[in-house]
Structures are given as structure tokens and as C-alpha cells.
T-cell receptor
Framework: EAGVVQSPRYKIIEKKQPVAFWCNPI?????LYWYRQNLGQGPELLIR????????DSQLPKDRFSAERLKGVDSTLKIQPAELGDSAVYLC???????????????FGPGTRLLVL | GNSVTQMEGPVTLSEEAFLTINCTYT??????LFWYVQYPGEGLQLLLK?????DKGSNKGFEATYRKETTSFHLEKGSVQVSDSAVYFC?????????FGAGTRLAVHP
């Protein structure tokens, strides 16, 4: 079974440019997460989707970041315009949650490493 | 708020040495606890988990016991291998999301 797929793996852009990351979760997984991992730190949640609905976006900087999950499958995370401080690894994860109050295992993709110059 | 604190790395060991990576947490209630591992160039993988006090999670020779009295979830392995070299993250589940520690890099040399 294929794991979580992310693209691109690496991206270098100049500040003020837009950038987008794509994630394809494991087939059948209803919950999708975007995390940001700064150098030397653990991942921090940006947004969580249950199917098409963003149920937790409290940590998403909404002035420049946006995300969508059309049809409850693939997701795109966008930054516009990018700033120097956005340099990080952006991780996507997915899980199959049954809604019974037990958070199931999250499976992570390899991440997109972003460098803003 | 909820938080996780891990021992700073890097941890450098010889093959077959005993490993301990300390993890303590602050949380409301009794959250589920996890250890994730990140090998070079790969995504995070769940290594083991424990969902209630005194539970012991284990996998691939690694173990961790949920200690409520000391709010700890230390990772141990009796004999490390070069292939265990990676970054290890302790995490807790809070409000339907994972909260991670900063990670501890382990380097095992022959």
C-alpha cells in the first residue's frame, strides 16, 4: 500500500513569491494534517481536516497561508507571499479516525523542504 | 498548556550499548503518549505508544513505560544498532492533535 505522498520534495524560492505544496494521503484515510517543522524542532500542527472540513486551523497564519482539501482526498497548502521565516519542512500526515474518541495512528509523508531566500 | 520536553542531543553510542532517551510531559488529564522516529530523508514513523498509566509500549526492541507519577515516558533499548541512527520524537495527544518534543538525534557507530 502506498504511503502518504508529498510533492515537491524540495523548493527554493525568493521572498515574496508564492509557493504551494501538495499531499496525497493514504487511500481511505479521512483525516489529513499539515505540520510545519522548523530546524531542530518537532512538528507543529498547522491545520487538520476531517474529510473536506477544516476542523482545527488555529495555528495557521491566515494572512499568508491557505489550504484546501477538495473532495476530501488530496490537499494543497499555499503560502503567499513567502517570508524568510517560512523556511522549514512541511509535513503532511493522514489517519483513519472512527469518531469514537480514539485518535488513530498518523502516517507521515516525507515532507517538503522549503528554503526562502 | 500541554508540552513535551526531551533530552537534548545528539546522543552518540557504540553499537550494542544501552540507550535511554528521556521524555517528560505536562498535560491536563492523562494523554496518550507516543515515540516517533525519523530516519534520514524519510517521514516520521510511529515507533510505539501507550494510552494509559503503567502501559508499556514496545517495538523493534525499544520500550517505554507511561509513568504518571513522574509524568515521564522514557525510551529505552538494550542494545542499539547502527541502523537505529535517527531522530526520535516524543509526543502526546492533546485536543485531537499531537504535540511533539524537539527531538533527540541518536548516532550509533560501529
Amino acid at each position: 500500500e502506498a504511503g502518504v505522498v508529498q510533492s515537491p520534495r524540495y523548493k527554493i524560492i525568493e521572498k515574496k513569491q508564492p509557493v504551494a505544496f501538495w499531499c496525497n494521503p493514504i487511500s481511505g484515510h479521512n483525516t489529513l494534517y499539515w505540520y510545519r517543522q522548523n530546524l531542530g524542532q518537532g512538528p507543529e500542527l498547522l491545520i487538520r481536516y476531517e474529510n473536506e472540513e477544516a476542523v482545527d486551523d488555529s495555528q495557521l497564519p491566515k494572512d499568508r497561508f491557505s489550504a484546501e482539501r477538495l473532495k476530501g482526498v488530496d490537499s494543497t497548502l499555499k503560502i503567499q507571499p513567502a517570508e524568510l521565516g517560512d523556511s522549514a519542512v512541511y509535513l503532511c500526515a493522514s489517519s483513519l479516525d472512527t469518531g469514537l474518541g480514539v485518535m488513530e495512528t498518523q502516517y507521515f509523508g516525507p515532507g517538503t523542504r522549503l528554503l526562502v531566500l | 498548556g500541554n508540552s513535551v520536553t526531551q533530552m537534548e542531543g545528539p546522543v552518540t553510542l557504540s553499537e550494542e550499548a544501552f540507550l535511554t532517551i528521556n521524555c517528560t510531559y505536562t498535560a491536563t488529564g492523562y494523554p496518550s503518549l507516543f515515540w516517533y522516529v525519523q530516519y534520514p530523508g524519510e517521514g516520521l514513523q510511529l515507533l510505539l505508544k501507550a494510552t494509559k498509566a503503567d502501559d508499556k509500549g514496545s517495538n523493534k526492541g525499544f520500550e517505554a513505560t507511561y509513568r504518571k507519577e513522574t509524568t515521564s515516558f522514557h525510551l529505552e533499548k538494550g542494545s542499539v544498532q547502527v541502523s537505529d541512527s535517527a531522530v526520535y520524537f516524543c509526543a502526546l495527544k492533546g485536543y485531537n492533535k499531537l504535540i511533539f518534543g524537539a527531538g533527540t538525534r541518536l548516532a550509533v557507530h560501529p
